[in-house]
């Protein structure tokens, strides 16, 4: 009790981890959502009972998490992304997307619902065959040999991941496509360009506020004059805030979620032009949800391969994210930003029609 009133949060989720508290009628996910209905960002949200200390406290704290220099960030990745890759073909789809699924109209599993996720970035990305692409944070690979089948671009991969890396690069072999679809464990600092197209997705978090400036003027050296770039990350629908103490602890070291006017202040001074913002409201929280089910599905083969501390600590971090998602500030952020005004179509109207393209080739 004492610890979970010290820090509820935290308390909370180390006491459930450790088995000293215990969840009936129900699951973690019922209890975490309960809480949160009760509390919900449109009517003040969490940040209201942390008193003048702990804002302090936690936001000094957060700040010095962000900083993520060089010597931090790999072994920060290492953390989460290095774990056994067995676990996560237990709750993901075949396209490794470890990332908020797109939930378009008629798409009713995981599986679709990643694969119109890859196929919305591609059509805001407008490829064309022969197009160079750099994946910022290109995870298992699954984006960038998606990218490359609808398009027919070269896609070079980059991350911090050595497991990623390998597993992306036995991929690609494996598809044959390995000459066109390539992989390499790099810092986006030490990248080196022109490309056609950027696209980044579920790496954002990873950056940290005091990187944002160098992160954009990279991005904008790396794209050519008529190039486009697409990033996805989460972010906040409220101004910035912290990143709670379990999350910093136990899942993500060194991770921030942004709010818009953050990133904003990163892209204004680097001559790049923001030309489409699409906000995902509870598309991560039907994602998240889904996993859950999947690892509480799997509970003896995932305690099997870690413990029984392991499990119930994932599940406490899938369900207060999905809760997040669907009762906090949490959402997910969709830019398409340019160096030139003239790169894209005048509207929208060529990114819902090359969907139904791909859509009608992937039937067919």
């Known amino acids: 009790p004492g610890a979970i009133a010290r820090n509820p949060s935290l308390g909370m989720a180390e006491c459930f981890m450790d088995g000293r508290v215990t969840i009936e009628h129900g699951d973690i996910m019922d209890f975490v959502g309960f809480i949160r209905r009760n509390n919900p960002w449109e009517k003040g949200g969490d940040l209201d009972n942390l008193n003048l200390f702990d804002k302090l406290r936690v936001a000094v704290t957060g700040r010095l998490d962000q900083i993520n220099q060089r010597r931090s960030s790999k ?73 490359h089948k609808v398009s027919g671009a070269s896609i070079h991969g980059i991350s911090l991941s050595k497991e990623q890396i390998g597993y992306a690069k036995a991929w690609a072999e494996r598809e044959g496509v390995a000459d066109k679809v390539t992989f390499a464990l790099t810092d986006y ?25 160098t992160f954009f003027r990279k991005c904008h050296n790396l794209l050519a004059p008529e190039g486009v770039m697409l990033l996805h990350t989460i972010g906040r629908a409220g101004p910035p805030n912290i990143t709670d103490d379990f999350t910093r602890k136990y899942i993500f070291p060194g991770g921030y979620i942004p709010s818009l006017s953050e990133t904003m202040r990163g892209i204004e001074p680097c ?78 109207n060529y990114i819902n029609e090359t969907e139904l393209g791909y859509r009608a080739a992937r039937k067919a």
């Open 75 to 147: 072994r920060n990745v290492a953390h989460h992304y290095d774990l056994d890759d067995r676990l996560y073909d237990l709750f993901l789809d075949p396209a490794r997307q470890y990332s908020c699924a797109y939930w378009d109209e008629g798409v009713a599993t995981l599986e679709e619902a990643q694969l119109a996720k890859m196929e919305h970035i591609a059509a805001k990305l407008a490829l064309k065959p022969g197009m160079r692409v750099l994946d910022i944070g290109c995870g298992w690979g699954g984006l960038a040999l998606h990218l």
């Open 189 to 213: 600092r030490d990248q080196a360009g022109p490309f056609d197209r950027i696209v980044s997705v579920g790496m954002f978090e990873h950056v940290g506020v005091p990187n944002y400036a």
């Open 271 to 348: 001559k790049l032009m923001l030309t489409d913002c699409e906000i995902l409201r509870r598309h991560y929280a039907l994602t998240l949800r889904e996993w859950y089910k999947r690892c509480a599905e799997q509970e003896e083969t995932i305690t099997r391969l870690y413990d029984g501390r392991f499990f119930r600590m994932w599940q406490f971090y899938l369900a207060g994210a999905a809760t997040g998602f669907e009762h906090g500030d949490l959402v997910n952020f969709q830019l398409q930003i340019v160096r030139n005004r003239d790169a894209l179509p005048l509207t929208r």
